[in-house]
């Protein structure tokens, strides 16, 4: 098994990530995890949307005490601040919660009213890129729920990749899973969910860019509507 050490080079890492992918491809998200946590210690976190806590979960079991990162935009529901207020409380996990520079009123004083509707791509930076990057500064890894099944965007998503923008490793230990294994997951562990999810959501986000998907969309359909965009740029 790789150890790391602390501040290592970005060449091992990239090379560490490469290597890893290849290797655990056809490993189960618990071995992934088992992999990250003996690899990068407390160098190493998850992220999470509060849509479900699967990935929470799963990283506890690997890790106890796993630092849970979570990006309050301040745009979002009130069921997901409330996910993530049970999941601090009943899962074994450190949940840190990330908040942009500014507050929506000053940003609505700099920027101007509902940015989401008039530059998303700008409010997305400003509200999740910017924050996001400067809290993953002191890891090394990080760990999200990106699924393969989820959008042709995310179609090839390694479980272990590097992430070029901020030069660390990203790793998606359910990359291959499908909507039935996270279902059966979270019947299986009784894992919490946004409740969103039981009222016509298939992908939880900011309230101003979310919808209820329709029948034959695929689950990401509900996310900026309308527009081109398809991402928030945290994964691209
Ligand atoms: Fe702004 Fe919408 Fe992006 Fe949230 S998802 S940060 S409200 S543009």
């Known amino acids: 098994m790789t150890t790391i050490q602390a501040d290592p080079a970005t060449d ?9 992918g290849r290797d655990l491809e056809d490993a189960s998200a618990p071995e992934i995890l088992q992999w990250a946590a003996k690899t990068f210690g407390k160098r190493f976190c998850v992220t999470s949307s509060m849509e479900d806590a699967v990935v929470a979960h799963l990283a506890s079991r690997a890790m106890p005490g796993v630092d849970v990162v979570f990006l309050d935009t301040g745009y979002h529901f ?19 919660t990330l908040t942009p520079r500014q507050t929506v009123a000053e940003q609505d004083a700099e920027y101007g009213p509902k940015l989401h509707d008039r530059n998303p791509d700008l409010c ?21 729920g990106l699924r393969r099944d ?19 490793v990203k ?14 997951y979270v019947a299986e562990h009784g894992v919490l969910t946004n ?6 959501y298939t ?8 919808r209820r998907v329709l029948e034959g969309e695929d689950a990401r359909a509900g996310r900026w509507a309308g527009r081109a965009k398809t991402e928030c740029g945290l994964h691209e």
């Open 12 to 20: 091992d890492l990239k090379a560490l990530a490469e290597q890893a």
């Open 203 to 210: 992908s939880v986000g900011c309230a101003p860019c979310t």
């Open 78 to 96: 009130p069921e997901t601040i409330g996910t993530r207020d049970a999941v601090e409380a009943v899962m074994d996990v450190n949940v840190i």
């Open 171 to 184: 790793i998606s230990p359910i990359a291959r899973w499908t909507q039935d294994d996270v279902d059966a």
């Open 150 to 168: 989820e959008s042709p965007t995310r179609a090839n998503t390694p479980v272990v990749g590097w992430d070029e923008k901020r030069q660390k």
């Open 195 to 200: 409740p969103l999810l039981m009222d016509g």
């Open 124 to 144: 997305c930076a400003l509200r999740k890129v910017k924050p996001l990057e400067e809290g993953l500064a002191k890891y090394d890894a990080w760990a999200t």
